[in-house]
């Protein structure tokens, strides 16, 4: 499984961007899909994830804010951000679990596979 994200950019505080994620599988729709961000010197942690069924998980800092989405047909995976935060700058990472049929979750080592990674700048 390759992954590639996009659409990380330079944005105003109270702004909006949205992420995706395309994903070269015939198998997409089975895998569940999660997004992680990592701040220059801080650890990376969870953002956000959605399961092969839709169900979506979020971080407390972006819940309300943030909303995953997928679309099977594309085989893409969405990361709508809204009212941006200047503590929401990082590069934020797509990943896809090694494990068909999953949930999802928020632990990094769930995750097989990693896209390479799109920055997020949000200017105060």
């Known amino acids: 499984v390759q992954l590639q994200a996009c659409g990380g950019g330079l944005v105003q505080a109270g702004g909006s961007l949205r992420l995706s994620c395309a994903a070269s599988?015939?198998?997409?729709?089975?895998?569940?899909m999660g997004w992680f961000r990592q701040a220059p010197g801080k650890e990376r942690e969870f953002v956000a994830a959605i399961s092969w069924s839709r169900d979506t998980y979020y971080s407390a800092s972006v819940k309300g804010r943030f909303t995953c989405s997928r679309d099977n047909a594309k085989n893409t995976v969405y990361l709508q951000m809204n009212s941006l935060k200047p503590e929401d700058t990082a590069v934020y990472y797509c990943?896809?679990?090694?494990?068909?049929?999953?949930?999802?979750?928020?632990?990094?080592?769930?995750?097989?596979?990693w896209g390479q990674g799109t920055l997020v700048t949000v200017s105060s």
């Open positions: 599988v015939r198998t997409f729709s089975r895998y569940a």
């Open positions: 990943a896809a679990e090694g494990k068909l049929w999953s949930q999802g979750g928020s632990r990094a080592e769930t995750y097989e596979f």
